[in-house]
């Protein structure tokens, strides 16, 4: 394994033929320089391979430039002398695997006459994505790999070496022939120099090409926008929870609708309040220790006001009525004429000019079902609105009766609405869809105190009853133009403790005399006392109340057809309608 090596000192190598392989051996050193062994330590110095050229030609070798300053020059072989035979011989050896080496190393594990190292190489620093890569300049007195190195200077003349022994055995005696002794060979290392700067190396990872770096970037970007996703939908959870649980954050601005026209369709509840509310009065009553609230309307620009009895009853004749207009403006006015048997009464209003009357409507042409609208002042809450329907007609109402003598008793044929009308809607219109007065409000039926004209005060529960405005109409004119109104009677006295089913003509008179006036017109008719009468113009009647009713429900002069019972027989007269003056 040591063949050819160097051996201690005083010893030479052991000389070995080239192998297959084109290795070669190293020559015997010198005499001299196994004298020098001893100072060397068995360590020994390579002379620099000869260039193709010079070996060809026959020059003496450069000196070594590494070679220590005053070390002994390697001895250096004489070229042998041009063979003829050799081309043919050349040319007829196989030709080595690999270019000769020039240095004839030893192999690896013993120390041998090695080439100093080439400076140490530190990696460039990487630079930033995206930035170009710029070489170092290459380092004085080398060159860039790749480049052809400069010629050397001319070395100086190596001195002549004695002449090598014939006798003695030559390292490469047995040796055959280079074929490239003609000097043609390829200079292996001419382009080998290892004191050159290296070339920049790569230590990051591998390049990235343009698709794969493309993947990368879309890739990266699709994680991003998830993760930003992800962070959104968490941090939009947080904040919905917070915003649930606490109502929000800030300034609470709530939305409200634009300012939109005042006008309204004119058969709709707020504009049958807004052509009917100037023409609504409140009356402010109070005298002989009493006072009351109470509505009334306007009738004409004269300043006639239409009301209930009860309403200014409590003034008698020297209390004070004051009149509140739906302007706010207010004046005193004076009774007309009133009647407790209609419940109706006219005031009068002086030195207000402007006065808008309410239209009157004709009660006959009502209908149940049709819609209402009631205006007054409840509990003096003046201009309340309220609406509903015609629940009924004809409905018998009577009211009063405090003074127990029978005179302050009303009898009404009432419209039955379920308007809610309370204590201070008396003497207020009931409106029709085209805010035409059809009614006067008067009395409604409460759960404790039975039917008032004022209603007590326990408030309304949908039945309330108005004055139809046909009867209402006459009765002022009458109180307006005389100042008392006229009652159609029949001339007769009815017994109003009767139970059974009509009215029955009673035994005697209220003021002792016959229950049937003579000459009146139930005497005209052949009325007689005792007679139960059950009908009026077709429409039944139970009770005395209800005849009364039914017959204030007409003017004098007209004409009514009755049905009565007589000892179990039923018979029909005609009669027409008398005339008495109401107090």
């Known amino acids: 394994m040591n063949e050819g090596k160097p051996g201690p000192p005083g010893e030479g190598p052991t000389a070995r033929p080239e192998g297959p392989d084109g290795d070669f051996e190293l020559a015997r050193p010198g005499q001299g320089r196994a004298d020098a062994g001893d100072e060397h330590e068995g360590d020994y110095e390579l002379d620099r391979p000869l260039r193709a050229e010079a070996v060809s030609a026959g020059t003496p070798p450069a000196p070594d430039p590494s070679r220590t300053p005053g070390a002994p020059e390697a001895p250096v072989a004489s070229a042998a002398p041009a063979d003829p035979a050799a081309p043919a011989a050349e040319a007829e050896r196989p030709r080595p695997l690999h270019d000769p080496d020039p240095y004839s190393t030893p192999p690896y594990g013993e120390p041998g006459p090695w080439a100093p190292a080439p400076p140490v190489q530190h990696p460039a620093a990487t630079p930033a994505h995206g930035m170009a890569i710029t070489a170092p300049p290459p380092a004085q007195g080398t060159v860039p790999h790749g480049t052809p190195p400069a010629p050397a200077p001319a070395a100086p003349p190596v001195p002549a070496q004695a002449p090598p022994d014939p006798s003695a055995p030559s390292a490469h005696a047995d040796a055959p022939a280079s074929p490239y002794a003609d000097g043609t060979a390829p200079d292996p290392w001419r382009r080998y120099d290892p004191w050159a700067a290296a070339p920049l190396q790569q230590t990051g990872p591998p390049a990235v090409g343009e698709k794969r770096r493309r993947r990368r970037t879309r890739r990266a970007l699709l994680g991003a926008v998830l993760v930003f996703a992800l962070v959104c939908g968490g941090v939009g959870g947080i904040v919905g929870a917070y915003l649930e649980r606490n109502g929000g954050v800030g300034t609470v601005e709530l939305p409200q609708a634009g300012e939109e026209p005042s006008e309204r369709a004119p058969g709709s509840v707020a504009g049958i309040a807004a052509q009917a509310l100037p023409s609504v009065v409140t009356l402010h009553v109070s005298g002989s220790g009493e006072g009351g609230t109470g509505t009334g309307f306007v009738l004409d620009t004269r300043g006639h006001i239409l009301t209930n009895d009860h309403v200014v009853e409590p003034a008698g004749d020297d209390g004070e009525i004051t009149v509140t207009f739906h302007s706010g403006d207010t004046a005193e006015a004076a009774v007309v004429g009133r009647d407790s048997g209609y419940d109706l009464a006219v005031v009068k209003v002086k030195g207000v000019r402007g006065l808008t009357p309410l239209p009157l409507g004709n009660s006959d042409n009502v209908q149940v079902g049709d819609p209402v609208v009631a205006i007054g002042a409840p509990f003096d809450l003046a201009g309340t609105v309220t609406s509903g329907i015609i629940s009924a007609k004809e409905r018998p109402i009577t009211a009063g009766?405090?003074?127990?003598?029978?005179?302050?008793?009303?009898?009404?044929?009432?419209?039955?609405?379920?308007?809610?009308?309370?204590?201070?809607?008396?003497?207020?219109?009931?409106?029709?869809?085209?805010?035409?007065?059809?009614?006067?409000?008067?009395?409604?039926?409460?759960?404790?105190?039975?039917?008032?004209?004022?209603?007590?005060?326990?408030?309304?529960?949908?039945?309330?009853?108005?004055?139809?405005?046909?009867?209402?109409?006459?009765?002022?004119?009458?109180?307006?133009?005389?100042?008392?109104?006229?009652?159609?009677?029949?001339?007769?006295?009815?017994?109003?403790?009767?139970?059974?089913?009509?009215?029955?003509?009673?035994?005697?008179?209220?003021?002792?005399?016959?229950?049937?006036?003579?000459?009146?017109?139930?005497?005209?008719?052949?009325?007689?006392?005792?007679?139960?009468?059950?009908?009026?113009?077709?429409?039944?009647?139970?009770?005395?109340?209800?005849?009364?009713?039914?017959?204030?429900?007409?003017?004098?002069?007209?004409?009514?057809?009755?049905?009565?019972?007589?000892?179990?027989?039923?018979?029909?007269?005609?009669?027409?309608?008398?005339?008495?003056?109401?107090?």
Do not use: C, W
């Not at 009308?421 to 009931?430: A, D, F, R, V």
């Not at 133009?481 to 089913?501: C, K």
């Not at 007679?531 to 002069?557: F, Q, Y």
């Open 401 to 583: 009766g405090e003074k127990g003598d029978g005179s302050d008793v009303s009898y009404v044929d009432a419209l039955q609405t379920d308007a809610p009308i309370n204590p201070g809607n008396s003497g207020g219109p009931l409106l029709d869809a085209r805010a035409r007065v059809i009614g006067i409000n008067s009395a409604i039926r409460s759960a404790d105190s039975g039917t008032d004209l004022d209603g007590g005060r326990a408030g309304s529960i949908g039945l309330g009853f108005a004055i139809p405005i046909n009867q209402g109409k006459r009765v002022a004119e009458e109180l307006i133009n005389t100042g008392r109104a006229t009652h159609p009677v029949i001339g007769i006295t009815l017994d109003m403790g009767y139970t059974g089913d009509g009215a029955r003509v009673g035994t005697k008179g209220s003021d002792g005399g016959p229950p049937v006036s003579t000459g009146g017109p139930g005497d005209r008719a052949g009325i007689r006392a005792g007679d139960v009468i059950t009908e009026v113009d077709g429409r039944r009647v139970h009770s005395g109340e209800e005849l009364i009713v039914k017959i204030r429900a007409h003017r004098p002069g007209d004409r009514l057809e009755l049905t009565l019972e007589r000892d179990g027989e039923e018979r029909k007269v005609s009669l027409v309608l008398g005339s008495s003056e109401g107090d």
